[in-house]
């Protein structure tokens, strides 16, 4: 009887031990389960991270021009010529050759926050066009813009014009323009034309006059 109890507890032993056997394997696989959830998650994490990555790569490769914008006006100074910033955007870290139509070309590089910015020197009044290229991936934009001429030429000559008609004497006054002549309200300067043969010929009746009377005093004296 008691070899059979021994051995009855040996059994409920050897029972307790296949329970725990069983509950270890289940902790086991729980694990792994674990672990597996755990790599796909880490997975899932690296793809979102390479995909975004992968969309700002793609947002801030294209070049683009922001100033002037196409088709803007630009006014010259007074010497008909201006100088004209370019500004623009692109890939951090990359080189932008940018080009003006007459051939005049620069290259900057674009700083950390995507931004470059050029400046031509001495552009001529005129429609123009500018390009700027991308040496990374060869991407491009172009604008085109124009110089307009000073207009500050039109206002002298404007001015000149009203000087000159003030010069004239217009109204009802009447002077002299400083060379002799006589100017009339309406502009027009004497000569003097008329006066003069007026003037000869009273002259002329003066010294006839006179030699009139000498005559007639000798005769009267002899």
Same mark, same amino acid.
């Given at each position: #009887? =008691? @070899?059979? +109890? $021994? %051995? !009855? /507890?040996? &059994?409920?032993?050897?029972?307790? *031990?296949?329970?725990?056997?069983?509950?270890?394997?289940?902790?086991?696989?729980? #694990? =792994? @389960?674990? +672990? $597996? %959830? !755990? /790599?796909? &998650?880490?997975?899932?994490?690296? *793809?979102?991270?390479?995909?975004?990555?992968?969309?700002?790569?793609?947002?801030?490769? =294209?070049?683009?021009?922001?100033?002037?914008?196409?088709?803007?006006?630009?006014?010259?100074?007074?010497?008909?010529?201006?100088?004209?910033?370019?500004?623009?955007?692109?890939?951090?870290?990359?080189?932008?050759?940018?080009?003006?139509?007459?051939?005049?070309?620069?290259?900057?590089?674009?700083?950390?926050?995507?931004?470059?910015?050029?400046?031509?020197?001495?552009?001529?009044?005129?429609?123009?066009?500018?390009?700027?290229?991308?040496?990374?991936?060869?991407?491009?934009?172009?604008?085109?813009?124009?110089?307009?001429?000073?207009?500050?030429?039109?206002?002298?000559?404007?001015?000149?014009?009203?000087?000159?008609?003030?010069?004239?004497?217009?109204?009802?006054?009447?002077?002299?323009?400083?060379?002799?002549?006589?100017?009339?309200?309406?502009?027009?300067?004497?000569?003097?034309?008329?006066?003069?043969?007026?003037?000869?010929?009273?002259?002329?009746?003066?010294?006839?006059?006179?030699?009139?009377?000498?005559?007639?005093?000798?005769?009267?004296?002899?």
């Amino acid at each position: #009887a =008691d @070899d059979n +109890a $021994e %051995a !009855n /507890d040996n &059994a409920d032993d050897n029972a307790e *031990a296949n329970d725990n056997a069983d509950d270890n394997a289940e902790a086991n696989d729980n #694990a =792994d @389960d674990n +672990a $597996e %959830a !755990n /790599d796909n &998650a880490e997975a899932a994490t690296a *793809a979102d991270s390479d995909s975004s990555s992968d969309g700002d790569d793609d947002a801030s490769s =294209d070049v683009t021009i922001t100033s002037p914008t196409d088709g803007q006006d630009i006014d010259s100074s007074d010497n008909g010529s201006v100088d004209v910033p370019v500004k623009g955007t692109g890939n951090p870290g990359d080189d932008v050759v940018v080009t003006l139509d007459d051939g005049d070309s620069q290259t900057a590089t674009v700083d950390e926050d995507g931004n470059w910015s050029v400046t031509f020197e001495d552009v001529d009044p005129g429609k123009h066009t500018v390009t700027a290229s991308q040496e990374s991936d060869g991407t491009e934009s172009t604008v085109g813009f124009t110089v307009t001429a000073a207009t500050g030429g039109s206002s002298a000559s404007s001015d000149s014009g009203s000087t000159a008609d003030a010069s004239t004497g217009a109204g009802t006054d009447s002077g002299s323009d400083g060379s002799g002549a006589n100017v009339s309200g309406g502009g027009l300067a004497s000569t003097g034309a008329t006066i003069l043969p007026l003037g000869l010929a009273a002259l002329a009746l003066m010294l006839v006059g006179g030699t009139a009377v000498l005559i007639a005093r000798r005769r009267s004296v002899s």
